[in-house]
């Protein structure tokens, strides 16, 4: 009798490990992301959200894609203001800029700053990066100093 070596030890023999669900989805929706980021910043109007958004005049903290901009200014010269108001930023998402991402509790304390040097990766740590509930983001970019 040969102890241990028989058929049904064959079956105990461990599976080839496999990757559990959550973490293949998980990987899943970081791969979905970053594909979704390529474009960049995410335009801040919330109805649109359009990936591509640029850095923009007069609004503090707004970027927005081409579309938003028109429209923004259609809003305010309705208000009084000046037409045009609203511009895309000339050089607004440097290449060697510091983009900076305050990620935030809307209804809480604290805040969370995370710095990185492009447009994609800035807004893919935004939409990634969950260190509290119900965060919120702000993305702010600051041009590399001159040489
Ligand atoms: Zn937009």
């Not at 894609?65 to 998402?93: K, Q, S, Y």
Request: glycine residues 8%.
């Amino acid at each position: 009798m040969r102890w241990g070596l028989t058929e049904d030890a064959n079956d105990a023999r461990p599976k080839p490990p496999t990757v559990p669900a959550y973490l293949a989805q998980q990987a899943a929706e970081r791969a979905a992301a970053r594909a979704r980021c390529a474009a960049g910043i995410r335009c801040t109007e919330p109805a649109c959200l359009a990936y591509g958004a640029v850095k923009v005049t007069y609004l503090v903290d707004s970027w927005l894609c081409a579309g938003c901009i028109e429209a923004t200014n259609i809003r305010l010269e309705a208000a009084g203001h000046a037409p045009d108001t609203v511009r895309p930023v000339p050089g607004g998402t440097p290449e060697r800029g510091r983009y900076t991402v305050t990620l935030y509790n809307a209804i809480g304390k604290g805040a969370r700053l995370v710095q990185c040097s492009s447009p994609q990766r800035v807004q893919f740590i935004a939409e990634t990066v969950r260190p509290f509930n119900n965060t919120g983001y702000t993305i702010q970019v600051t041009a590399p100093p001159p040489n």
